[in-house]
């Protein structure tokens, strides 16, 4: 009984030491790495969602970057055209994204995990055909500008450090939520479903988990954060173009997810703040070595990393956490 | 509707319906023998375009290029089974399919630095001039790309069905615990059918870069509508991914040819997409497993 | 007669009247159901009525369709042919889990523990029966699932220490011993509160003080009300605990009875060549 209390308040201090990094360290940092940490917050939320889908609920989404651009596309069409408010359309976007991939994911219950994967990476394609060919909604391929900005009244004045907290305090929040549900009657359902980690979808379904529902379920919940992640990056940013939105994104996120290990929430920071950094470190150093586009070196250390961890580090970065700290049942 | 219209959509199909019959083949040759999805299909396609490009503005004529741009095809394809897939080859099938998307980016990522962004192309080979046929145009590298598809698939046949090779693959395929029992190497297999949708790969690649032009970034798209056209038809017989590649061919041609520019891409993959998810054996799956 | 007699007496109680009739009727009863795959038939025409509290072995060789039959009953395998009734409710249109949501678990033959979750979550799983929470509910840790959290720990706990594995609660389930998984895995599925507990084979790989153990387990369950259903090879250990015993070959019902009935049965004896009835 107690060990079960430990690991909680285990989570809990985590929780703490993270608030309270997470407020100290634009203090202590500049701009640019600021500018970083704003990326990293962005990708933590999406790949949050994506843990929850494959390292618990044991499903395959190779298509994330639709719903990051259907947040950021809503979101856009929303404040641009009908002078919605940013907040609310951020909350109508989530629920489309959500109901969208609601519907994906109640007409893939019958295929095959492997299917599965090859029908989430087909979405990319739709989406970026669905994107330039409604030209009149979205602005097609050149992109949509002039997406206003999200603000609070003069509180925080410099742009990059309001979205900063802004992104953090939504990713913090996430979080809380999904150490909530991985550690509840849901998150041991969805891990009793997952034929790739342990679980047994017959023996669940036996028990009484309803396995149809939560497989849905959980893909639209990956689907939300994603789109919430989309709608803060529209304004972030300002304009956004579908390019952004490939299958390149739908693949780092993955990527992200798999390195930080997918067996905790926590893991999306890992992930995250490894690819952006190392993203970043090639941008520095390697045109210095070989020239060329920079987009090259990013794309070949992508593939190299995935490859890698697949074969060495399946679990991910989190595992060498879990064998410092030790930890209770989790 | 005028005749002519209604033979350049047939035209076009045909076309466009062989590029990804042959693609689909790519995908069923590994999918059949090893239960691999090679998601990096499409970057073999890349590869052979851009290598006989390259080859060929060094001077080199036409079919050694093809020829040479086959081989290196070839190797890639090779490094992907024996560093790459054979070391996971007690995984997961989704691992394995996510090994080849790390493969593909990779490979990606040095086309971008070896050739840059730029589309390149080359001129129809032996320099095919477009027919007007009672009103509709055929492009002059039509009849490679069709011609090269039929060989392709006259050639799978004739493998597949008559030499030891072939059916010890296909034996693979069926039963990989008894084709091990009888001595064939399922190792050497798999490599095989890698090197050979690698070879195919490339070939489509040459092929199709007359009419299409080629760049680093065309491996991911050809990948994703293959792997679609594929499944529609039934991964699992040749029969079913050649239908499906004209199927695809055909359905792209004629929205194209009605709507208005842009919404054929949607329209064309949104009906493939319906149309799998209603029969996800694929409208030309063998019985039993899929 | 015998029913005039209660009549007479409860005939101001028309509720406790129908209670009776409740507990009077089968729990479960199978109707001539029959199912086959590729062609082969694995259960052919059996039919079964189970009262409550009862314990009930079903046995025979192997492939005789046994596990099969289990599988029918709780939805895992779809049915051709026949009804399966459970409370006077239908049962073989339901999916898996609506159908162990009306009482019905089952423990498999090779367990399937979750190798993911501890051994206490192993248990708690089976709590899911009963709860509620959803998505939302639980990311917002509402009170309300704070308190269920709290119940689902406490009816965990509770099935563990009834098997005897409460040390054990926080351990990888890969750490027990095939006798203590068995014991984990009958946890698990008490944890849903079941009125009908189906078993694959629970005595299959334990010594002689294990499968005391389980027996006793057993007999707890039926002083508690909870219908038993035993499918099992070793013969001998389940009669000594049943009080219905089926036997089944090539999916058809050769045999109906008391243990000692069975044991006396010459086409049963024939069945078995002899082998495994006598003895143990």
């Known amino acids: 009984m107690s060990k079960i209390l430990l690991s909680g308040h285990l989570q809990y201090f985590g929780v703490a030491l993270f608030a309270i990094v997470l407020l100290i360290l634009p203090l202590l940092a500049g701009p640019y790495p600021i500018a970083v940490l704003v990326d990293i917050g962005f990708y933590s939320i999406v790949t949050m969602g994506l843990i929850i889908l494959m390292g618990f609920a044991g499903q395959i989404s190779l298509g994330q970057a639709v719903f990051f651009g259907l947040g950021a596309y809503v979101s856009g069409i929303l404040t641009t055209q009908y002078h919605l408010s940013p907040w609310l359309a951020l909350v109508l976007a989530a629920i489309a994204t959500g109901g969208i991939a609601a519907i994906i994911g109640r007409a893939m219950l019958r295929l095959r995990e492997l299917i599965v994967a090859g029908v989430t990476l087909a979405l990319n394609l739709v989406f970026y055909y669905l994107v330039t060919s409604l030209v009149d909604l979205t602005g097609g391929a050149s992109g949509m500008t002039n997406i206003p900005r999200l603000s609070l009244d003069g509180f925080i004045p410099e742009y990059t450090l309001l979205n900063y907290y802004l992104v953090w305090i939504i990713a913090f929040l996430l979080l809380i939520f999904s150490l909530n549900l991985v550690n509840s009657r849901v998150g041991r359902a969805l891990r009793s479903m997952n034929q790739l980690a342990g679980g047994s979808e017959e023996t669940a379904q036996a028990l009484g988990v309803n396995i149809m529902k939560y497989k849905v379920q959980v893909f639209a919940l990956s689907a939300i954060y994603a789109s919430i992640a989309g709608s803060i990056y529209a304004y972030y940013i300002g304009c956004i173009e579908p390019d952004t939105f490939g299958v390149q994104l739908s693949v780092r996120v993955v990527i992200m997810a798999i390195i930080g290990g997918m067996t905790s929430p926590w893991g999306a920071f890992l992930g995250a703040g490894s690819i952006v950094g190392l993203t970043e470190l090639l941008r520095e150093f390697m045109p210095v070595l070989i020239a060329g586009p920079t987009g090259a070196y990013e794309l070949i250390a992508y593939g190299i990393i995935l490859v890698m961890a697949l074969l060495f580090l399946p679990q991910g970065l989190i595992s060498i956490c879990h064998r410092l700290v030790p930890q209770g049942g989790h | ?290 | 007669m015998k029913g005039n007699f209660f009549r007479l007496n409860s005939a101001a109680n028309p509720e406790k009247e129908r209670e009776r009739d409740i507990m009077e009727q089968p729990i479960l009863e199978i109707r001539d159901i029959s199912v086959a795959f590729d062609g082969l038939v694995a259960v052919n025409r059996v039919s079964l009525s189970v009262r409550r509290g009862d314990i009930i072995a079903i046995v025979g060789p192997n492939g005789a369709g046994k596990t099969t039959l289990l599988k029918l009953i709780t939805g895992l395998l779809p049915l051709f042919k026949g009804e399966i009734w459970f409370k006077q409710q239908r049962l073989d249109r339901i999916a898996p889990h609506r159908i162990a949501s009306l009482g019905i678990t089952q423990v498999f033959q090779d367990i399937q523990l979750f190798s993911n979750m501890s051994v206490i979550e192993n248990v708690m799983v089976g709590c899911h029966v009963w709860t509620g929470a959803d998505f939302l509910s639980t990311g917002l840790k509402l009170p309300w699932v704070r308190a269920e959290e709290g119940s689902i720990l406490e009816a965990a706990m509770d099935k563990l220490s009834l098997v005897g594995l409460e040390q054990k609660a926080f351990a990888a389930p890969s750490s027990l011993s095939w006798g203590q998984q068995k014991l984990l895995g009958l946890a698990r599925a008490l944890a849903a509160g079941p009125e009908l507990l189906l078993l694959d084979e629970p005595y299959g790989g334990l010594i002689a003080d294990e499968m005391e153990k389980i027996s006793q387990l057993i007999l707890g369950l039926q002083c508690q009300g909870i219908t038993v259903l035993i499918v099992e090879q070793l013969t001998g250990v389940v009669m000594s605990i049943a009080n219905r015993v089926i036997v089944l070959n090539y999916g058809e019902k050769i045999a109906e009875g008391t243990p000692s009935e069975i044991q006396s049965n010459e086409q049963v004896i024939a069945t078995y060549l002899g082998n495994g009835l006598a003895g143990k």
Do not use: H
């Not at chain 2, 239960?35 to 079919?63: C, D, H, K, P, W």
């Open chain 2, 1 to 290: 509707m005028d005749f002519s219209v209604v033979l350049q959509f047939l035209i076009s199909g045909v076309n466009l319906g062989c590029i990804y019959a042959a693609l689909g083949l790519g995908f069923f040759i590994v999918y059949g023998v090893t239960r691999v999805l090679n998601l990096a299909q499409g970057e073999f396609v890349m590869l052979g375009g851009m290598l006989t490009v390259s080859f060929y503005a060094m001077g080199i004529s036409l079919l050694p290029s093809i020829l040479l741009a086959m081989i290196i095809t070839a190797l890639a394809g090779a490094v992907l089974y024996r560093f790459i897939i054979y070391p996971a080859r007690n995984s997961s099938g989704v691992t394995q399919a996510l090994l080849t998307v790390g493969f593909a980016f990779a490979i990606e990522g040095i086309a971008l630095l070896v050739w840059g962004w730029e589309y390149q192309s080359l001129p129809n080979f032996l320099d095919s001039p477009n027919i007007q046929f009672w009103g509709a145009t055929i492009f002059g590298q039509t009849p490679w790309v069709v011609g090269s598809t039929f060989f392709m698939v006259i050639g799978l046949f004739l493998f597949f069905g008559r030499t030891i090779q072939g059916k010890a693959l296909r034996a693979c395929a069926d039963e990989r615990l008894g084709a091990k029992t009888v001595g064939i190497s399922t190792e050497r297999m798999a490599l095989f059918s890698f090197i050979l949708a690698a070879i195919l790969g490339a070939v489509v690649g040459a092929v199709i870069t007359p009419l299409t032009m080629t760049s680093y970034s065309i491996g991911f798209p050809l990948t994703i509508k293959g792997l679609l056209a594929a499944f529609v038809g039934g991964i699992t017989r040749v029969e079913g991914v050649i239908l499906g590649g004209i199927a695809l061919g055909m359905v792209e041609a004629i929205t194209a040819g009605l709507m208005p520019s842009g919404y054929y891409g949607v329209i064309a993959l949104g009906i493939l997409i319906i149309v799998f998810l209603c029969r996800p054996r694929g409208l030309l799956s063998a019985r039993g497993k899929v």
